[in-house]
């Protein structure tokens, strides 16, 4: 018998999904950084053996949309609800407050199992673990609830297991060697976006969008050349920085990162360019990906 089947990670922004994700699946697919919005799309990280196919869907932290790139993120949210075979709903210690009581309620209403993991055990005490547990045991009376620590590789493995266990049964969607459902050039604007999170304060890396024009992948090198879209031309020269120190900073890392991805020497030319409002843009939001 074979199964597989799609397992959507949902919750509050910074409960640590994309660390999960990617610790089930064994490579950094998601970028990760204490911000919020760092994930901004649905990325499908796919876990095969011989007799199963795990289809994990990290997804954006639920927000309130202010603007049209957000509602698109939670366009991409409703839609990991709606086909989900095993729904996870990521919680983190000390984690209360339901920001979003509509997404809340549909969880309580689905008809598939969910797992509720309380994620970042690792910076808790035991009593008030029991009382998180305790706590969520009533709010969400049909889930089943694991305290975790995926950054450090606690309890995920009975985590995965639970899902095989779970898994209908079906044959398997991508072909069995396939890690995720982005292309190359998806990881190389991650990569350089999760930099600019990293480097940028303010508003800077939500006004920011990547775009690789050229991957050209010869035998021991991949060429890349991608630009860096910002809003504004002030915030162009932000990123450019002092003598151009600040743009470098984030190449460097960039390639150092993208040379461990793709498991070859990268050569990288980062440009900078205006792009107006394309957050609010729909045509624009379209050309980088964002429709469901
Ligand atoms: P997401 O926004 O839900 O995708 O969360 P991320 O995976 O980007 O993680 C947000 C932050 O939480 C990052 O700084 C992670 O390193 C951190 N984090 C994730 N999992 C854990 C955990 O188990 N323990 C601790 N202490 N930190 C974690
Ligand atoms: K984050
Ligand atoms: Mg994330």
Known sequence: MHKAGFVNIIGNPNVGKSTLMNAFVGEKLSIITSKAQTTRHRIFGIVSGDDFQVVFSDTPGIIKPSYALQASMMDFVKSAFEDA?????????????LKD???FNRINKL???????INKVDTSDQSTLEEQVAYWKEKVPRAEIFPISALRNFQTE???NRIIELLPESPAF???DQLTDKPERFFVNEIIREKILLHYKKEIPYSVEVETESFADSETIIHIRS?????????????IGHKGEALKRVGVEARTDLEKFFGKQIHLELFVKVNKDWRSNARQLRRFGYDT
Do not use: C, T
Not at 111 to 117: E, F, K, N, R
């Open 158 to 160: 009975v985590v995965f």
């Open 101 to 103: 009581e509509v997404f």
């Open 174 to 176: 991508f072909p069995k």
């Open 227 to 239: 630009v860096i879209m910002v809003e504004r031309e002030s915030q162009k020269g932000i990123i």
């Open 111 to 117: 008809d598939v199992p969910v797992l509720l993991l």
């Open 85 to 97: 075979d095993i729904l996870i709903y990521m919680v983190e210690i000390g984690e209360k407050e």
